[in-house]
């Protein structure tokens, strides 16, 4: 699976990340998939950040299923040039490669359950 994460998208995941957590799966981006989209997620315990993501045209099918992305590799592949960093997981190898164009960074996804965060976000507005 490969998807486009913009670089502002980047900044503001790891803005609501924690860089120290005893929680160590909160110190990441879950990369949450469904079988007909997928959602960048941030949290630190108190705040949230959930953004759609972009598949690029030569992605496979979705294979369902929350993707832990540590932030040690976001970081390391700062985005250049305000191109999107592309974010290629495998879920067979349970490891993600991160290309900002210039460099590319191989990490392994973190084996660890993300908090259920749909269960904070409301269906509809209630008024």
């Not at 315990?45 to 690029?56: D, E, I, N, R, S």
């Not at 099918?61 to 040690?72: D, Q």
């Not at 290629?88 to 900002?100: R, S």
């Amino acid at each position: 699976m490969k998807f486009l994460i913009p670089a502002d998208t980047i900044k503001a995941l790891l803005t609501i990340a924690p860089k120290v957590e005893t929680r160590s799966y909160l110190v990441s981006v879950c990369i949450d998939v469904r079988a007909d989209a997928a959602v960048a997620v941030a949290c630190d315990g108190h705040k949230l950040l959930a953004l759609p993501l972009t598949l690029t045209d030569d992605a496979p099918a979705l294979v369902p299923g929350c993707y832990i992305i540590r932030r040690e590799a976001l970081e390391s592949v700062k985005p250049t040039l305000k191109r999107p960093i592309i974010v290629t997981i495998d879920p067979t190898l349970a490891a993600a490669t991160l290309d900002n164009g210039n460099a590319a960074v191989h990490s392994p996804l973190m084996d660890a359950v993300y908090p259920d965060w749909r269960r904070v976000v409301p269906l509809s507005v209630s008024g």
